[in-house]
């Protein structure tokens, strides 16, 4: 008895060090600096920082080109010119984030402390050097739903100088001290294909027909394609939305037309045969949304 009541003792201990561990980091990467004023801003990062000169560390927001559903966003905590943190932005409102590039995903981690060779091996860095497109995917903490952030050929070197020329960290050091180790990186998982969805939606108030429909763009699974066509078309205003497929090749357009007879949507593969669907049914029909995999 004294030997299992030791076993579980230590058990316990190695979880509450993990979960330690785990809650230091999100709230080193879900803080801001709250005296920090921006230093630079463009397309692609947003720089703000605290202090002067060679003292001054620095919070380096890697911006994405697209965002569906407010999706998380990259960023680097800068200490001092040798050591920096990373990970994305707000951490605590997100669940299972995950890494996606070259059509496999991986668990997206981030970590504390580490030089700038560290984080350039990482698999984050790797991904922002790769001047290819990656996804950063995640689950709200607060809504539940699938949300993603879009990256894509990103000028790595370009946002290393503009950290340099505004901050005391310097991502290359002649006599870097001793660092401490990273974890080893994670297995990829198997490789997943891009998806998109389309949804549509058409009712009627006090016998007056209505529309609406809905865009997935580009996520890492038809789950998640159909659920976020479907929400778009929601916040569009439809009441009855529903997906009427998802795809990972190809392209699919989606279109809404009116007319005094009544209102509809209509799809296809391609612009063209979208809006001819729509307009076979006597309506007059607005550009289509909608996009293609590649």
């Not at 920090?36 to 560390?57: F, H, K, P």
């Not at 391609?270 to 607005?286: E, F, G, I, L, P």
């Amino acid at each position: 008895m004294r030997l299992l009541a030791h076993g579980r003792a230590a058990v316990l201990a190695r979880g509450h060090r993990m979960r330690a561990c785990a809650g230091v980091l999100a709230a080193m990467l879900a803080a801001t600096s709250a005296a920090g004023q921006t230093l630079y801003s463009d397309a692609t990062v947003e720089i703000s920082g605290s202090g002067t000169g060679s003292s001054r560390n620095c919070k380096v927001v890697l911006l994405p080109a697209q965002s569906l559903g407010d999706g998380p966003r990259l960023m680097l905590l800068t200490d001092g010119p040798t050591r920096m943190s990373f990970g994305i932005e707000n951490a605590t409102q997100f669940q299972a984030v995950a890494l996606v590039r070259n059509n496999a995903r991986t668990p997206l981690i981030g970590s504390t402390g580490v030089t700038a060779q560290q984080f350039l091996t990482s698999d984050v860095g790797k991904a922002i050097q790769s001047q290819r497109v990656f996804f950063v995917t995640a689950r709200r903490v607060d809504s539940g739903k699938y949300v993603s952030s879009r990256y894509e050929r990103m000028d790595f070197e370009a946002v290393q100088r503009r950290v340099e020329s505004n901050c005391a960290f310097r991502f290359k050091q002649e006599s870097p001290p001793p660092a401490p180790q990273i974890p080893p990186a994670v297995t990829p998982g198997p490789r997943v294909a891009l998806w998109n969805s389309v949804a549509g939606s058409t009712w009627k108030v006090r016998g007056r027909a209505f529309v609406a429909i809905g865009y997935s763009g580009l996520v890492p699974s038809a789950e998640e394609a159909k659920a976020i066509a479907e929400q778009k078309c929601r916040e569009a205003g439809g009441t009855t939305c529903k997906a009427i497929g998802a795809w990972n090749y190809g392209c699919v357009y989606i279109t809404v037309g009116s007319s005094t007879r009544g209102a509809g949507w209509a799809a296809g593969e391609t612009v063209d045969d979208a809006m001819q669907r729509c307009r076979s049914m006597k309506y007059q029909c607005k550009p289509p949304i909608g996009g293609c995999v590649e």
